[in-house]
């Protein structure tokens, strides 16, 4: 990846995942998006992976609906039968029989609760697996301009809202659904007149749950958008505790995130108002219209227009619409939210890699001798399209051959490393290993074809077996150990307690930086790779750390073509050609007897360099 030297990072923007104006088409687009639940289509293809257990919470939740609905039919039988029987003998039978409904109902809410809950927690694992699987594959200028915080609060937090609707809001919401239909027509069977006033209040309720969804989803969109933004700004200070302490700074940084909570909680509790006025407006409207209608029935018993029974069987099942659009509501503001987040994680779904494998990809020539030319190749970042970092570059690399690329900060030396691995495509140009275009070639194989050991070594939170075993996971412990041992790494890792075993903490903070510079060594040396890149291996290292990697290094470098792009110019003198960078182009070429004998660049570095070592 290139230096943040060799060009402008915007780490702190906030994530446009295309970089969209927000006055462009497309944000209109999405500003549509946002006044439906037409993201959520995305959930179905992970629910229908599970068909049986889809039939088996739809059969379940429609068991335990019709379970109710029968409830107000054996209490109007009861009222207007059972309490005539002179013995008892009908009430027991309609005691008994509401026994049997509600074990009914018990067992078949059991099951859908079961099953929808599985199926809820099994689309979010597969959705969380497939964004991350698809993040994985986006280039690094993605990255550039994405917050590494926002990437993971869509990961986590936007998945786990999506739980909800992928789970329990999709059942609830068929649930309610068939509530209130078979709710309304049996209120419709047992008194059509009451029905008629039940029905012209539903509009009455419905139209504001219509509206009121679209601000919910508004302002969930907005909830979590800000939510994001204050989780990144901590992971941003929290990786980097040292500078920030070293510097006083946490009283600020903590005032900051403060603010940001404080507005994340601001965007919250406009939402929870929305929601709960929603909630409040439905009741409301729900609780008038029932009572109206038990007035006008209660009139109606009197003028023994309708039996008690008869009216008892209505309430309930008015009661019973009333609770379901009620729950509708709830429902209704769960799934906006979740339909926010979708929409946020469709947003990264959406995000095309910049650099893929070509359909039908060349295949590399076996053995690989691992021979690399750079052909008229120029190139700009996406982020400076009119400044070339690398202009009208040309060089050829033997098999075995070991070239040094030296130059002044921003001179492009890094990008050659970039551009070699395609973690961007040429402007122009093309790049060839073993005379075939590296574009033309499956990533996999290319990126296999090379071991990279960078500047910044990325170490991870296991143990130090499997960092030197990451990217050859198939290696044994006498692989690793033998890896280790040629890296000069072997001494210290078995003078740690656990050795190899040994679990290192986040970025390996445990080690010095020596030891994780060598640690990247035998992971290289682990993948046993034809082309060797060696990104300012020991730039930042102590003389005696400095030793010990370079001794890893030529170990390693043995017998393949290498790469080695060096500030340091006492690292760089045995190797068999030098190439110096100055404003993206080639200005010097030879050996370094060859070119401190010059009066150009390189002898003048190297004045300055070994000049500045001698005065110290």
Known sequence: MPEAKDRDLSLTEPLRPAAVPDDAPVAKDAEAKRRS???LRALKPYLMRHPARLAGALAALVVAAMAMLTIPMAV??????????ADGAMIDQYFMMLIIIGVVLAGASAVRFYLVTWIGERVVADLRS???AHLAHLGPAFYERTHSGEVMSRLTADTTQIKAAAGTAISQA???TIMLIGALAMMIVTSPGLSLMVLIVIPLIVLPLIGYGRVVRRLSRRAQDTLAEASAYAAENLSAVRTMQAFGHENAVARRFADASERAFEAARERIFARAALTGLIIMLAVAGIVGVLWYGAAGVVGGDISVGRLSQFVIYALFAAASLGSLSEVWGETTQAAGAAERIAEFMDTEPEIVSPPNPAALPSPLKGEIEFRNVRFAYPSRPDVFALDD??????????????????SGKSTILSLLLRFYDTTSGEILLDRTNIATLALKDLRSATALVPQDVALFADTIAENIRYGTPNATHDDVVRAATAAQADAFICALPDGYETRLGERGIQLSGGQRQRIAIARAILKDAPVLLLDEATSALDTESEQAV???LESLAKGRTTIVVAHRLSTVQ??????????GRIVESGTHRELTQKSGLYARLSELQFGNEAAE
């Open 550 to 552: 370079q001794r890893a």
């Open 574 to 583: 045995s190797a068999d050609r030098i190439l110096v960078l100055d404003g």
């Open 130 to 132: 497939d964004v991350f």
């Open 37 to 39: 639940l037409r993201p």
């Open 76 to 85: 109007r039988r009861m009222i207007d039968h059972g309490f005539g029987s």
């Open 174 to 176: 068929v649930r309610n």
């Open 393 to 410: 570059v040309s060089f050829r690399v033997t098999s075995g051959e070991r070239v040094a690329i030296v130059g002044p900060s921003g």
